[in-house]
């Protein structure tokens, strides 16, 4: 069944999914150019269709009928990173991360899905994300395999040119599973110092197996910036991952779980440390946009959602900061800088800090090609992207290279591994509260160490 769409004058809407793009979003495009420059992936391949001007054209020649959803379009979608890079220049407001949020329902609705990306779909975002348990028992087993010995194994020269180069780009990309994971507690951590109010933690489905440091890091932070900190139990994870894959009817069902979990607590803030999960969070009022029993508790929820250093720089700091010698570079995460234009908060807690050196790279808001699982369905140009942000790092030679996106994390450490780095990377947290930390100990260096 045809989308009941707003149409151009003479023209005829093509698309079948409910949550198509609009041409009231397509028509904003005036076509001027200031985008190409700001798209990863049109600096990487120099092609008019790898840009955001040029996937518009596409989807208003589908739109229009003019051309099919075919194997000579398909690639040019598929090839985003949906990093909203070009919404943060786009002189007319298009809401690009929202039309190929729509492209892809689009895809999904014609059964045109790539067979790679439809295992991932099914498997690991629909199977595996919103189940802790079932996360609990794969990270378990990841944990194993890197802690016993096999990974080694595995990277030694004799076994691993026998793997097939897609695997082995595969085990790269793996993050280390951390030794103790997460935990969420309906009790809460209490504050340091003089309260200033209750925040709950979005903790997320991959981070608390992957990252599980970084959520202690942000609690500690929070707690030292006054706060009751709780971490709800029944969350779930934020459909990011399923709206970049075009499944909004699976996003919208973690978007309502979230929704019932967190409105029923009594907190002033719902605070997050992953870009690609704050922005998803703070935008569900559009995605229930069609649900008259949750669009206005959406709208409520999205309110209350604040990034970690969003937050963190509005609080007053009950603690010193510690001294960190360190020269510091900042990636700024994508979905942090454009779809929240949040991009000096970071900035303003790392310069904070005694003894940390910020310099920056050139293009600090350009992505590193992570972008959720794009390193995975599109590993050729997520590397030549990852490269060119590599010279940049190495042009700046920094000890620290800070980040705010679980995600960028893993790809800049991958990075950094190929090029035979020694930068660390870090959360914005982490940094921070290494720097509380280090204000009742002695000095750590660029590595993070204290002694003792």
Known sequence: MTAELPL???KVTAFRSPDAPTMDDLSRCVHCGLCLMNCPTFVATGLEPESPRGRIYLLRAVAEGRIDLTEAALPHLERCLQCRNCEAV???????GRLMEGARAEILARGLEPARRRVLRSAVLRGLLPYRKRLQAVAGLLRLYQRVG??????TRALGERLPARLRELEELAPPISARSFANRPEP????GERAGQVALFSGCIMPFTHADTHRATVRVLQRSGCDVLAPPAQTCCGALMLHAGDQEGARAQARRNIDTFLALDIDAIVVNAAGCGSALKEYDHLLARDPDYHDKAKRFAGMVKDASEFVVQQRHSMPLG???ARVTYQDSCHLAHAQRITEPPRQLIQAIPGVELVEMAHPDRCCGSAGIYNITQPQLSGQILAGKMDEVAEVAPDIVVTANPGCMIQLEAGVRSQGGTARVMHVMDLLDLAYRSSTAATPDASGQLPG
């Not at 951590?189 to 340091?192: K, N």
């Open 8 to 10: 151009l004058p003479g």
């Open 90 to 96: 786009c002189p007319s407001g298009v809401p690009f």
């Open 150 to 155: 096999l990974q080694r194994l595995v990277h």
């Open 189 to 192: 951590w209490a504050a340091t």
């Open 323 to 325: 001294t960190v010698r």
